[in-house]
């Protein structure tokens, strides 16, 4: 009992708080140098095919469960294979993302993790 109201609480109270606020500048610092790494990155064109997409939709709740309300947010992803047989993964919009189906050929373009675009040829190209 003596531990908490004899300092205790305080101290274990600002150890977390600085847990936290440590985390949130560690997140800001990586996507500032992921922001940074992708800037100096060159533009590259290449030969790919949409093997997979996914959507990753992430559910917050505002208030409590009887007054609160339910907000949504959804990040859409597609997985791309170069000539190589290397895939990589690349975030998109909504509208980018509606656009693509697996097994559509044609030319990507990104710098470094960030997709710049997708133009299809072959199989799955418009008419």
């Not at 205790?8 to 997140?27: D, K, S």
């Not at 140098?33 to 559910?59: E, H, M």
């Not at 208030?63 to 895939?87: I, K, L, P």
């Not at 509208?95 to 072959?122: I, V």
Request: include cysteine; aromatic fraction near 14%.
């Amino acid at each position: 009992m003596s531990f908490f109201f004899g300092g205790g609480f305080e101290i274990i109270f600002f150890v977390i708080f600085f847990c936290i606020l440590g985390m949130f500048v560690v997140m800001a610092v990586r996507g500032i140098a992921q922001w940074n790494k992708n800037n100096q990155s060159p533009r590259l064109t290449v030969d790919a095919t949409v093997v997979s997409r996914r959507t990753d939709v992430s559910r917050h709740y505002h208030g409590n469960m009887q007054a609160g309300h339910m907000a949504a947010s959804t990040r859409y992803y597609a997985t791309f294979e170069v000539e190589s047989g290397d895939r990589m993964e690349l975030g998109m919009s909504g509208q980018e993302y509606g656009m693509l189906a697996e097994g559509d050929q044609g030319k990507l373009s990104f710098q470094g993790t960030r997709y710049l675009g997708f133009e299809r040829m072959g199989k799955g190209a418009p008419a």
